[in-house]
């Protein structure tokens, strides 16, 4: 794919408005259902694995971490962190075997966040604090951390990245 991640943009040009965001991310969720329609789960979706292609548009890459629906395959092994700690669901990071689209919906909230902000949602000095944020911390919403976006986009992605993924 020729063109540049969301991730690398975003610290070349700076953060993208709402209306941009929104349409990388409805091209992101139609990558997602389709993936899951063949029973395959990204986990690993973050602003470094979505391409902007010369035309435009968004493409999801680095399907390293995909597992099939279903399939036993943890995140965490031996406790080590397979992916972007600030970016993986807390389902992920609590090593459950029954994840779902849900936790890459985690994910595109964060990737969102990060892309209308220009910071990442969750952050630690270590990995292992950084998974203690996603795992025990409630970040500011967009609107509460100052963004200039709307009151709905904020509250869509501050639900995207609820922690109890029943309600997102």
Not at 3 to 11: D, H
Not at 30 to 42: G, K
Not at 127 to 135: D, F, G, H, S
Request: contains cysteine; negative net charge.
């Amino acid at each position: 794919v020729c063109g540049e991640s969301l991730g690398s943009y975003v610290r070349r040009n700076g953060i993208l408005d709402e209306v941009s965001s929104s349409e990388i991310a409805i091209q992101i969720l139609d990558a997602m259902c389709y993936v899951e329609s063949v029973d395959i789960l990204h986990r690993d979706i973050k602003p470094d694995n979505i391409l902007l292609n010369t035309d435009g548009e968004a493409v999801l890459v680095d399907f390293g971490m995909a597992k099939r629906t279903g399939d036993s395959s943890i995140t965490i092994h031996d406790q080590e962190v397979k992916g972007s700690p600030g970016y993986l669901s807390p389902e992920q990071l609590c090593a459950d075997p029954d994840i779902d689209i849900r936790t890459d919906v985690f994910s595109l909230g964060c990737t969102l966040y990060f892309s209308v902000y220009g910071l990442p949602p969750f952050y630690g000095e270590t990995p292992a604090e950084t998974c203690l944020a996603v795992m025990h911390d409630d970040p500011p919403t967009l609107i509460e951390a100052g963004a200039d976006v709307s009151p709905i986009f904020s509250d869509v992605v501050a639900r995207m990245m609820q922690k109890n993924f029943n309600l997102r």
